[in-house]
């Protein structure tokens, strides 16, 4: 400690590279602080820090992070306590470009695992950057002294010391991360897919907002009384709510009734939320994808023919390539790549979807004959899918009853609230004269597998490996784009960070052979995660890095697919 003081006092006013020496471990009374990297200039990205307190001094008992949904929820806790005493108790140092910033990776509404913090037996560590101090490309030293030896360790003592936490508010936080596991857990023995506990806040504050409307200005979920389960969870006792069986579910009702804020509230109940969110109990089978028309993106080698097949100029829609999808081969894509990686329950609605892929009506049927028309629409194969792949879908329809006739459960939103209306549904149906015929002779087909050809990934721009994410929306690998705009469960930009890291590590680990399927070389990198931890997708010079958080397959999956210069062969 007394050498990293010597070192500032020395450096002070010199060129800013100068900062180099101080990289090191330095012990203060009550913990290590190790300054891992040091930037090369005051608006580089900020220096990377890492704090060790010894559990002796931080005593979090072992109770708090006894299994994964607790020491997930405890690690993201005391990151938000950490960033919460940045922005309230810090008076930031200004100077040059960077100078005086201190930022860690902190979650938002979701509680998931990152790379930020990290507790066990022996220790906590908590991972951040901060800009060290320069005025012009001069080292402050003074304050650079004042940032390492008055505010990270007040810092350090109001977050990383459970004496000093907030006990109610901390149990709180991770009994509502287990509850929620646990929850989620008892989905499939029950048949259902989804579950919104009575009592939820699902709208959220705007359009630009995930945090959710006052409850004041909003109507409370309810279950409608035929759907209503009850299930234990470990810290609250007997929950109930509304469990939507598996099989083939329409959300229909009114424009403005709350259709798609209920299907948003179940696609991202594949994560967990914190307390005071709405949708810390709606939870949803991990596996949910939410699906949309994306007109633009890549396609390569997707056997789409199940949807759609005799295209115009004969191209193959068995092996389908496209530089330019259109909003129904997009979506048909979609939904093939996401049963390649497993999931078990899709997700549509009518706002983002391809009109043409969900219906044709009896009278289109009669006007454009079937040999003129290539899309064997969603309506044909929905129950197939569900009976090959037992993936269900949940769907908002409010704008055609064809759906009716193929669904298992129907659900009319009505002013927010779900009603039960199956039978109403059928019944109305029943007596129509303007029959649809039923399009696909075959049932649905059989999912090709697709192997990536390890040449067609290719992380460099020149000489040298360039991959950057770039907020929640963007990665930039070697010299193509991804555009993951249209992928709705990614939720933070350190989701899109380690998606990025973990297509490189499939690289690095020669995963991707020519020979391996991508559902395979995705499952071995979340294998290699699963039991080595986050860090292991990390470039092997940060060896510590602190804005890592886990991200789905499917996200990653989906990032892959829409690498342009993606080359497959098909299994
Ligand atoms: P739909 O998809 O049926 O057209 P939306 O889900 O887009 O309707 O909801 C319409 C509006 O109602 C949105 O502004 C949404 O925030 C608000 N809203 C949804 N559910 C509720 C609720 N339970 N209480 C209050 N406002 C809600
Ligand atoms: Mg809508």
Known sequence: MQKLKDILFKIDGRGYRAYKQIKGAYNFPEYTLYIDHVQGDPFASPSRLRIRVSQEIAEFSPELYSNKPRKTALEDYIIRIFSMHIKKDIAKIFGTGKSGIIEIDCGKQEIIERTACNINDEF????????????????????????????????????????????????????????????????????????????????????????????ANTILFKSPPELEV?????????????????????????????????????????????????????????????????????????????????????KNTKEFSTANASGSTSQAANIIEALEINTRLLLLDEDTSATNFLIRDSIMQQVVSKDKEPITPFIDQVNSIYSKYNTSTIMVMGGSGDYFEVADTILLINSYLPYLATDKAKEAIKNRKDIRKKENPASFGSITERMPLPNSINPYKGRKKKVKSRGIHNISFGVENIDLSSIEQIVEPSQVNSISNIILHGLTKNYFDGKSTLCNIIGKIFDDIGKYGLDIISDSYIKYPGSFSMPRKFEVASAINRLRSLKVIQK
Do not use: W
């Open 124 to 215: 906590v560590e908590i991972r951040f950057y901060a800009g060290l101090p320069a005025r012009g490309r001069r080292v402050l030293g003074e304050q650079c002294i004042k940032m390492l030896f008055d505010q990270i360790p007040k810092l350090v003592e109001k977050s990383l010391f459970h004496k000093n936490l907030d006990k109610a508010e901390l149990k709180k936080f991770i009994e509502v991360c287990e509850d929620q596991d646990c929850l989620r857990s008892q989905l499939k023995k029950n048949k259902i897919v989804s579950f919104i506990k009575n009592g939820s806040i699902l709208p959220r504050r705007s359009g630009v907002s995930d945090k959710p409307l006052p409850e």
């Open 230 to 314: 009850s299930l234990k969870t470990p810290n609250i006792g007997i929950v109930k709510g509304m469990g939507i069986p598996e099989g083939v579910i329409l959300l229909i009702g009114g424009g403005f009734h709350g259709k798609t804020t209920i299907l948003s509230a179940i696609q991202k109940g594949v994560y967990n939320h914190i307390p005071g969110d709405g949708r810390e109990y709606v939870v949803t089978d991990v596996s949910a994808v939410k699906i949309k028309a994306e007109e633009g993106r890549s396609i390569q080698k997707v056997d789409i023919s199940s949807f759609i097949s005799n295209l115009p100029l004969g």
